[in-house]
């Protein structure tokens, strides 16, 4: 059953306000354990899936993701439907102009299996597991999907789960989206996952040997003594990568890094927390949300 936010109460919205504010409750966390991520969500009166949703998208306690928290509870109206909220969200990032899905999605097949889980979600979704996993099953092996539209249909496949057994969805959907657009940015770059988890793990074992060969300085090091250190350390760990034919490897990817797909990333991550902000500030009141549902249950029945 779905919670009204902040069971209606705008002094307990201040609250919930304040702690974020001040780090004063740790379910909402990105670290926070499953049960203090249940609590936060019981006492605050919103929806686990919500509260899922929030700790990964901010990645609480982080500074700057704590201001886009704040902007979307101080958005969310005491009363709102935040299940309902949820799917909507779910929905808009579907069809966003930008960086929405259905856009990536040009084969047919994946497209039409992609529309019917939408479609679900969009209706309240039905409780059925296995209605669900055959649409999962469906969409995932849809013929002619290349490479980034089968990561751009995983987002979707994320959604294709009933909110209330499966808190963990939104979060899931916002995990597989940013992989989605982060194999986008890849292959269109020319990387491909493959190379560069082998660059990370040769930059890996090469710091670990080089932190064990270059002894640090003591604790009485002047500036200039901890500057030579960091060359000499950085030195070793060129050679030991050179060594392994991936220093200019390394240096390429780390380019890539910082000048395509961390400014990549940047942009869509402020889309991505816009459409959170927008779905707290359009979500709907509970009331109204009943109210829809008897008015759509007298109308099937009259038709009948």
């Given at each position: 059953?779905?919670?009204?936010a902040?069971?209606g109460?705008?002094?307990l ?20 354990s ?5 609590e ?15 700790t990964?998208?901010?990645l609480?306690p ?8 704040i902007e979307a509870f ?12 949820v799917r ?8 966003h102009?930008s960086?929405g899905?259905?856009?990536k999605?040009?084969a ?11 479609a ?5 979704g039905p409780?059925s ?13 849809a013929?002619?999907?290349r ?6 249909a995983?987002?979707?496949?994320a ?28 292959l269109?770059?020319g990387?491909?996952q ?12 090469a ?5 064990s ?10 500036p ?6 960091a060359v ?5 760990i ?8 991936l ?15 961390g400014?990549?990333l ?8 816009a459409?959170l ?9 509970f ?18």
């Open positions: 059953m779905s919670l009204r902040y069971d109460d705008p002094a919205k201040a609250k919930v306000i304040n702690d974020v504010a001040t780090d004063a409750d740790r379910g909402w966390f990105i670290n926070a499953l049960v203090e991520r249940q936060t969500a019981r006492a605050a009166h919103l929806d686990p899936a919500f509260v899922g949703l929030i990964t998208a901010t609480l982080w500074p700057e993701g704590k201001t886009s928290a101080e958005a969310l109206a005491p009363g709102a439907d935040t299940a309902g909220l909507d969200w779910m929905v808009e990032i579907y069809r102009p960086h899905v259905a856009r999605l040009a047919p097949a994946g497209r039409q299996a992609a529309e019917a889980i939408v679900m979600v969009e209706a309240g409780k597991r296995a209605v669900w996993k055959s649409a999962r099953s469906t969409l995932l092996a013929p002619g999907l490479p980034v539209e089968r990561a751009y995983r987002v979707v496949a959604m294709a789960w009933d909110i209330e057994a499966s808190p963990g969805v939104a979060s899931d959907v916002w995990i597989a989206w940013q992989h989605a657009v982060t194999t986008e940015c890849d269109g770059a990387w491909d493959e190379s560069q988890n082998q660059i990370s793990e040769a930059l890996r074992k710091m670990q040997q080089a932190f060969e270059v002894a640090p300085p003591g604790q009485d090091a002047t200039q003594e901890l500057k030579d250190h000499e350390r950085q030195a070793r060129d050679e030991l990568l050179a060594r392994e034919g220093d200019q490897d390394w240096r390429a990817l780390s380019a890539y890094w910082e000048n395509h797909l400014p990549h940047r942009g869509w991550r402020s889309t991505a927390l459409t902000c927008r779905a707290c500030r359009e979500a709907l009141a009331e109204a949300v009943a109210e829809g549902a008897s008015q759509a249950a007298t109308h099937v029945v009259g038709a009948q």
